[in-house]
């Protein structure tokens, strides 16, 4: 049983084909098939169910995999440790769609400037793909604005983004200091698609006061719905984050909320994660960030 083994075997399953592992190992396929002939024969047991020429793990397989990646992991982790002692290396970060395309940017020119040799690789996608990236350690880090489901991720917050009201500038609530969600439900609301982290948060707030939106539009594009409400089409309830610009550039009218509204944006990664120095200072980064915003947020 060696080391070799173990990386065959995840390769194997993160890619459900034998001919794909192969490929990314740089290894002929008989070596990889060969490889997982020998560790079900060494454990006595089958890992993988072959039907035609699909494959798909047992459940014996799964409980294997747990185990082979952590195996795996903590051996590229010593690798990275002791080979990129200094600042030069590479981490890789994924993030949200909304934290990639707002706050992203700053934090690499930020990250890039103390580690100037450093090569970064990002990612922007899904919550659920980078905890599911990270899981699988393709990602060292991910920043997402859910608290991550799997019992393997650690999350850490690192700023809050509170929920803006916005009108438009004559609207007939625009020159009120605060407003309550049952005032504004008495208007036509534009809404963000159901699923995203902003919408699951409005919709429980109206469900635990009991209050009913009355949906003009619903729509993934937060442009979408910001113009819409500064052409007097209706109300909406979004993250500051995402309508920061717009408050500042006079396009639409921000209001308090009597009940403030916020969620954590997290930093996560797995439990197992050895957190070297380029990690924990692009940590560091994101954790400056989110206090220097705290002012900005609090006017909200």
Same mark, same amino acid.
């Given at each position: 049983? /060696? ?15 034998? !001919? ?6 740089? @290894? ?18 089958? @890992? ?9 793990? /047992? ?5 294997? &995999?747990? =185990? ?11 690798? !990275? ?13 994924? /993030? ?5 395309t ?12 103390? &580690? ?5 690789q ?54 009120q ?6 005032q @504004?439900?008495? &208007?036509?609301?534009? *809404? ?25 539009l619903?729509?993934?594009? /937060?442009?979408?719905? *910001? ?33 403030? @509204?916020?969620r954590?944006?997290?930093?996560? =990664? ?12 692009f ?16 006017l909200?």
């Open positions: 049983m /060696t080391l070799r083994h173990m990386k065959i075997f995840v390769a194997v399953f993160q890619h459900s084909n034998i !001919t794909r592992a192969a490929a990314e190992l740089h @290894l002929a396929q008989p070596s990889v098939s060969l490889a997982i002939k020998e560790l079900e024969e060494y454990y006595g047991i089958q @890992l993988f169910a072959r039907i035609g020429r699909r494959i798909s793990p /047992t459940p014996c397989g799964r409980e294997f &995999y747990s =185990y082979a990646l952590h195996i795996v992991t903590l051996f590229e982790d010593m690798e !990275t440790k002791i080979k990129n002692w200094g600042a030069v290396g590479s981490i890789r970060i994924g /993030t949200s769609i909304t934290i990639g707002h706050i992203l940017p700053f934090l690499l020119n930020q990250y890039q400037l103390q &580690y100037p040799s450093l090569k970064i990002a990612v922007v996608g899904k919550s659920s793909d980078i905890e599911q990236k990270l899981l699988d350690n393709s990602l060292d880090i991910g920043l997402i604005e859910t608290n991550p489901e799997h019992i393997d991720l650690c999350a850490t917050p690192f700023m809050q983004d509170k929920m803006c009201a916005i009108v438009a500038r004559d609207h007939p609530l625009a020159s200091k605060s407003v309550s969600l049952s @504004l439900v008495e &208007y036509p609301f534009l *809404v963000r698609e159901k699923g995203s982290a902003g919408r699951d948060l409005l919709d429980a707030c109206c469900s635990l006061q009991r209050l009913s939106l009355q949906i003009l619903e729509s993934s594009s /937060t442009q979408a719905i *910001v113009k819409a409400v500064a052409n007097g089409l209706g109300v909406a309830i979004l993250p500051y984050l995402l309508v920061e610009r717009d408050v500042l550039e006079n396009v639409v009218e921000p209001l308090r909320l009597c009940q403030p @509204l916020q954590d944006l997290n930093i996560v =990664y797995h439990k197992s994660k050895f957190l070297s120095p380029n990690l924990k200072t940590i560091a980064v994101c954790q400056r960030y989110g206090r220097d915003h705290e002012i900005a947020l609090d909200v």
